[in-house]
């Protein structure tokens, strides 16, 4: 596989082979990301994987990142220079390969991503995609009963009014029939 072949897509066909471990670990080892040696550290710890799933960048803690960014540290010159350069490609309609994040004491730790978290943060993102390892499948469950529980809570509609009071269905159904002259359509 050549730099190309690491996106968001070939992410999805490789969860869909059940290969996703080792799509993380061909990724880590090509010049687009080359830390083989974080591939070797993640092979040993990380038992599971699962992806691509769509991340705030708000929840995750980078290890490096600009000044006005929560992160362990801080990206020297070049660094700032290559999330720059990465800002540029995704204006330009670049799709960067998926983060590589991993659980770690309850915390979406970002493993390999930081200049491309930064690049599309500067391009204007708040989220992307990324693949997450856990240490054993009961924390990849609760994950994914965790991601499950935020996604049906962020598509419930509102049932309170501006004012915080709750709606009344029933009687906001029949205003709607009042007010269109019995049909349900308008």
Same mark, same amino acid.
């Given at each position: 596989?050549? /730099? ?8 999805? %066909? ?13 990724? $880590?080892?090509?010049?687009?990301s080359?830390?083989a040696?974080?591939?070797?550290? $993640?092979?040993?710890?990380?038992q ?11 929840d995750?803690?980078?290890?490096a990142?600009? @000044? /006005?960014? @929560?992160?362990?540290?801080? $990206?020297? *010159? +070049?660094?700032?220079?290559k ?7 995704? *204006? ?6 998926? $983060? ?5 004491d ?5 493993e ?25 499948? /009961?924390?990849? /469950? ?6 499950? %529980? ?6 419930? @509609?509102?049932?309170?009014? @501006? +004012?915080?009071t ?6 906001t ?14």
């Amino acid at each position: 596989m050549d /730099d190309d072949d690491f996106t968001i897509e070939s992410a999805r %066909e490789a969860a869909a082979r059940d290969e996703l471990e080792q799509w993380v670990t061909a990724f $880590l080892r090509s010049p687009g990301s080359d830390n083989a040696e974080l591939a070797d550290i $993640l092979s040993g710890e990380m038992q599971c994987w699962t992806g691509p799933v769509e991340l705030p960048f708000d929840d995750l803690n980078r290890l490096a990142g600009p @000044p /006005d960014q @929560p992160t362990l540290g801080r $990206l020297d *010159e +070049d660094g700032v220079e290559k999330a720059e350069g990465m800002q540029d490609s995704i *204006e330009d309609g670049w799709s960067p390969a998926p $983060l590589v994040v991993s659980i770690r004491d309850g915390q979406m730790v970002v493993e390999d991503g930081n200049h491309r978290i930064e690049g599309l943060r500067r391009a204007g993102n708040t989220a992307y995609w990324a693949v997450v390892g856990f240490a054993d499948s /009961d924390e990849r /469950d609760r994950f994914a009963a965790r991601s499950e %529980e935020r996604t049906m809570s962020e598509n419930t @509609p509102d049932t309170k009014g @501006p +004012d915080g009071t709750e709606y009344d269905e029933k009687a906001t159904e029949d205003a709607h029939r009042r007010m269109t002259g019995g049909s349900q359509d308008t």
